[in-house]
């Protein structure tokens, strides 16, 4: 199978053409997402804690959408859990500079989600493609056609305050401006006082970047193969 973003390896991992490098983890990638940043963010513990009625995800490459749709299903689980909470909605926004076509989004869905709950919500996203903002129920999708470095001043002019960050660009080594100084720095001021990150990397430029910005950066078991990860958190103090 090719295309104008990716090529298959093996029939089974989607590879960008852009930088040669795969979408997510061929063995399980349902599993690492749910590991790397649903739990590396605490995010079902933290939805129980948060106070305000919106809880805010910042992602800073959107992909085949696989993070947005299992946050998406946690999230209707939650509330499903708790209807009364206070908090209501969840707002999704991320980036991404070479979208996908709607056939290559098909391709990796159909491919990687035998979750047919997961499935059935990854056929909403396809029917809405590519929409820069769409309403899902109680949650919402912005997605930013732009270079990521456009990315933070987009947020800040949007009003945006993160409160979880996923940073999950392609490899560092690949990659490199989704993990630089620089970007690491214009998102720190717009995260939340106590807000999160989590990236399956654990490179040692990625830390010092990290810490450079101003987030408390700690290591954590990696998924599967991987040795370590990243988490990490914005302190109250700046």
């Not at 499935?119 to 919402?140: E, I, Y």
Request: a neutral charge; glycine letters at 6%.
């Amino acid at each position: 199978m090719n295309s104008n973003n990716i090529v298959w390896k093996d029939h089974s991992t989607p590879v960008s053409v852009h930088f040669d490098d795969v979408y997510f983890n061929d063995d399980g990638a349902i599993a690492e997402t749910m590991y790397v940043f649903i739990e590396g963010n605490n995010l079902n513990e933290r939805f129980l804690a948060h106070t305000q009625s919106v809880f805010t995800i910042g992602e800073t490459g959107f992909g085949s959408g696989l993070n947005f749709l299992i946050v998406w299903q946690q999230f209707m689980q939650f509330r499903q859990q708790y209807p009364n909470h206070i908090l209501k909605n969840l707002q999704f926004v991320s980036c991404e500079k070479y979208p996908l076509t709607l056939n290559e989004l098909k391709e990796i869905h159909e491919t990687i989600l035998r979750d047919t709950h997961l499935l059935n919500l990854a056929k909403q996203l396809q029917s809405r493609w590519p929409s820069a903002k769409t309403l899902f129920g109680d949650v919402s999708l912005t997605i930013l056609f732009l270079d990521i470095h456009q990315f933070a001043n987009t947020l800040s002019s949007l009003n945006m305050i993160i409160d979880a960050w996923f940073f999950d660009g392609f490899s560092p080594a690949k990659n490199a401006e989704m993990w630089s100084s620089e970007l690491f720095s214009s998102l720190f001021p717009i995260t939340a006082t106590n807000g999160t990150f989590a990236t399956f990397t654990a490179a040692g430029q990625v830390k010092r970047n990290l810490i450079n910005a101003g987030f408390t950066v700690k290591k954590r078991t990696g998924y599967g193969k991987k040795r370590e990860m990243l988490i990490g958190y914005k302190n109250n103090l700046e």
